[in-house]
């Protein structure tokens, strides 16, 4: 079981310290900059890019400044995603997931997503992803898929974060691969 962390960021060092943008949204607009022509995966070209590029990010308050702008202006989201199952994500191509975080103690009983990240596969099971909450990570786990090696990392982090924390609910949008600019999974303002 291997999960590198590539770069540590948290959108609460914008939104609880400064006057940062509410948090509703602010995931998903974060994501829309990393994918953007502003950010580092909007066509990484490669895998390992994509990684190095991960490693190097030093655009934090840009990023806030731009999800701030996208929150304010109420910047319709894409709902359009889809459950995987246990399928793998196809290779050298940028994907952005939803998810559900709950409380274990009280999950609600609605199954909408409440947060969002954006992910670049590699071949074979190779995997990166931007999480909102903890950063850039490379993912891979013995005897899993990508996704599955995915969704059990990032279920993890949120239990080690705070035990009565899990995920559920993963859904998945294709957006390109990754030696492509276009399209784009967001609309631009």
Known sequence: MALVKLKEISQDTWIHSGGGPSR?????YMCNFIESNLGIWNKPDTFQNAVNL???????????????????KKAPQTLNYQNLGANALAENRIY?????V????????????????IIVTGTGNSVAYFEPNFGFFQASNDGM???????????????????DLS??????LNVRGIAESLPKSFKSL
């Open 54 to 72: 991960a490693k190097n990010f030093a655009a934090g308050t840009a990023m806030m400044n731009y999800a701030r702008t996208q929150n304010l």
């Open 24 to 28: 509703d949204g602010v995931c998903y």
């Open 145 to 163: 898929n990508n996704t599955q090696a995915l969704e059990f990392l990032i279920n993890q982090q949120y239990t080690q974060f705070n035990p």
């Open 167 to 172: 995920v559920r609910g993963f859904g998945y």
């Open 96 to 100: 952005r997931a939803w998810l559900q």
């Open 102 to 117: 709950v409380n274990r103690k009280n999950p609600p009983t609605n199954t909408s997503a409440n947060h969002e990240i």
